[in-house]
């Protein structure tokens, strides 16, 4: 049985199987029938090698408002794929939005039939269609600006949704890109090179017992104010 141990380590426990049929048994000493190797079952961790806590809250009631009132910390703790999803999303949702109010605009007030008359002051000037109005919007928003399409003075309408739209996708870039600088510039990956002795002892020190362990640094780069926390189950 030791020489079963060393060869399987103390992940698996052997048992035999018995004649009468009563299912699995443990192996007992003086006794040599067929033996099979099982694996243990692994209890689960309360505190993963990584530092994650393998705690869940429950029963807690309206969790999911809690989460939406504090948005922004909620979308840095996202994964990355559900951040560039929401990305991807906001600035195509915002886009398609406000391209096709552009395009309202010109439609009611008839500059799609009339843009290629030679007198016709138009509000946005070569704009005649909605991929037209969306490269507009592009164009501003990206401040491009190529001077092929641009706003003209006979439109007041044109003139207020452009500051909406400024203000709009200033509100919208700060947001977003400030969500993606901080989940950038969080060290969550730094644990990965961070090293623990696999095994702590308790030893006397200063006339206390007291629970010890070694703690190494795979990086030549210094921690500066690093903190160490410990919890201990009883």
Not at 18 to 29: A, D, E, I, V
Not at 92 to 120: E, P, Q
Not at 145 to 169: A, H, M, N, V, W
């Amino acid at each position: 049985m030791s020489a079963l141990r060393r060869k399987f380590g103390d992940d698996y426990q052997v048992v035999t199987t018995s004649s009468s049929g009563s299912g699995l048994q443990p192996q007992g000493p003086g006794q040599d029938p067929q033996q099979q190797l099982v694996p243990k079952k692994k209890r689960q961790r309360f505190v993963d090698k990584n530092g994650r806590c393998n705690v869940q809250h429950g029963n807690l009631g309206s969790e999911t408002s809690r989460y939406l009132s504090d948005l922004f910390t909620t979308l840095v703790d996202l994964k990355w794929r559900w951040n560039l999803f929401i990305f991807i999303l906001t600035y195509t949702v915002a886009w398609l939005f406000m391209a096709s109010m552009w395009w309202v605009i010109a439609y009611t007030r008839g500059d799609l039939n009339k843009a290629h008359v030679g007198n016709y002051t138009p509000c946005v000037a070569n704009v005649y269609n909605f991929p037209s109005a969306f490269l507009f919007f592009i164009e501003t928003e990206a401040t491009i600006g190529y001077g092929y399409r641009y706003i003209t003075d006979k439109c007041p309408e044109g003139i207020i949704l452009f500051l909406f739209q400024s203000i709009l996708g200033s509100i919208v870039d700060a947001f977003l890109i400030g969500c993606m600088f901080i989940k950038m510039s969080q060290p969550k990956k730094r644990a990965e090179t961070l090293m623990f002795s696999e095994h702590a002892v308790i030893s006397m020190r200063d006339g206390k017992l007291t629970l010890m362990f070694r703690v190494g640094n795979l990086r030549n780069s210094h921690m500066v104010s690093a903190q160490i926390r410990c919890k201990l189950l009883k």
